[in-house]
């Protein structure tokens, strides 16, 4: 009944938040087209619900700059002044509503992260995908990037644990509050997060 309960909310949301997101991604779209060209989207194979591969949506935010041997610089050479704005106020991240209404994400859950990452989970960090992942998440809205990936996975058990409607409500209220005053959007050094590793 609550992943009915939640699968009802998170349509609802996006559907009556599409007057403003659908002309809000017009104008990042055309952002992103004229100062880094095609292609506009970043897509990208994500482990989702069970861990299973999903194809997750991203506006692009780093350019195809290369060096004298023709291979890619580094993340912080290629995320230009639009990128950054774009990270910063989370823009990027609004054609995941598509995912959404897929049902591949959900609003709030763990964020998605990389699929070489799975075997290097503990049995406690795994949990993270016994639910969807999320637009937002609790991690997000307790320090984001500037917290450690020990601290965020944590958190992400943490909210897989104590789910619920009026938790999901406040961690969206946080998600607004923390994208008009954002803050932890990279780690010192990075441009988000350096790899994970795997924990001791």
Do not use: C
Not at 5 to 27: C, H, T
Not at 137 to 155: I, T
């Amino acid at each position: 009944m609550r992943t009915l309960m939640k699968r009802i909310f998170d349509v609802s949301v996006v559907l009556l938040a599409a007057g403003l997101a659908l002309p809000l991604m017009g104008l990042v779209a055309l952002t992103v087209l004229v100062n880094l060209g095609r292609p506009v989207f970043f897509r990208q194979r994500r482990p989702g619900l069970h861990a299973e591969p999903f194809t997750m949506y991203k506006f692009r935010t780093m350019s195809d700059a290369r060096d004298e041997s023709g291979e890619l610089l580094p993340e912080s050479k290629r995320l230009g002044r639009v990128g950054s704005v774009l990270r910063r106020y989370s823009l990027d991240e609004l054609p995941e509503l598509l995912n959404v209404l897929r049902g591949e994400m959900s609003l709030v859950g763990p964020r998605p992260l990389l699929m070489e990452y799975l075997p290097l989970y503990n049995s406690t960090q795994a949990r993270r995908h016994e639910v969807k992942p999320g637009l937002t998440g609790w991690a997000q809205v307790r320090g984001r990037n500037s917290l450690s990936w020990e601290e965020k996975f944590d958190l992400d058990v943490w909210y897989v644990d104590n789910q619920s409607l009026l938790l999901d409500l406040r961690i969206i209220a946080l998600t607004v509050w923390q994208i008009l005053r954002p803050s932890g959007v990279n780690m010192e050094g990075y441009t988000t997060m350096p790899p994970f590793r795997g924990s001791e």
